[in-house]
């Protein structure tokens, strides 16, 4: 994938939070399940498109599920065709990405940008 650096949010995650919906267009739903959302979106600011993903781990105790939702840049419809072949899984592996992270449903979150891990030498 690429590194959107033109993207105010590759700087400025944190400009995303408190609601993120504002930020783009939604350009097409791909997948529209329980517990699992897949999108094509446009940042309203530079243009740059992204893959978003929503994915919810149900915990059966009366709400404040788990998630993660993921904004992964894209170039080309054949990046959306290769992510979309993607396990949710999978997509924990694609680098770089913005991420909002929940993992216990209740605490404050704050969007971050994953990285690959650095080799150890």
Known sequence: ???PIQCRYWNEP???NGGYWGAFDRL???VDEPH???MELRC???GQHYFYEFTEEVNFGGGGDPYIISLIPVRSEDNIQTLL???VLGLRTVF?????SNTDGKSPHEWAWQH???AVQ
């Not at 770089?96 to 909002?100: A, H, I, K, T, V």
């Open 1 to 3: 994938m690429i590194n």
């Open 28 to 30: 097409r739903h791909i």
């Open 36 to 38: 699992l959302d897949r």
């Open 14 to 16: 944190e400009a995303l």
């Open 85 to 87: 072949e993607t396990s």
């Open 44 to 46: 309203k600011e530079c």
């Open 96 to 100: 770089p990405r913005l991420q909002l």
């Open 116 to 118: 690959a891990p650095k």
